[in-house]
């Protein structure tokens, strides 16, 4: 699985090295303007370590780049791109009112 993981993370960084290649090569041409594309946006989602998540997760490996980050790594994020917020995904209403 941890070989997967790093395929996976080596594609997506030589398709964002050629994204940056060719958005330098749109620039440099002085047959046409440039306008530059819309940033990707990259998102982090903390999922708990189970065996029901680890299943979900093996059924999308094709679709998504995931695996498991530091402390470190969790603490900067935080910091720098903002702290979220928790939200229980499978909490349903006791009663039937809406």
Not at 48 to 70: H, P, V
């Amino acid at each position: 699985m941890e070989d997967h993981q790093n395929m996976v993370t080596e594609k997506i960084i030589k398709d964002v090295k050629q994204n940056l290649k060719d958005e330098e090569a749109k620039k440099n041409d002085s047959n046409s303007y440039y306008c530059p594309a819309e940033p990707n946006f990259y998102v982090a989602i903390l999922i708990r370590n189970n065996a029901c998540m680890k299943n979900m997760l093996y059924g999308a490996k094709d679709y998504i780049a995931y695996g498991q980050i530091s402390y470190e790594l969790l603490r900067k994020l935080v910091y720098t791109r903002g702290a979220g917020g928790y939200q229980e995904c499978c909490e349903f209403p006791s009663t039937n009112e809406p």
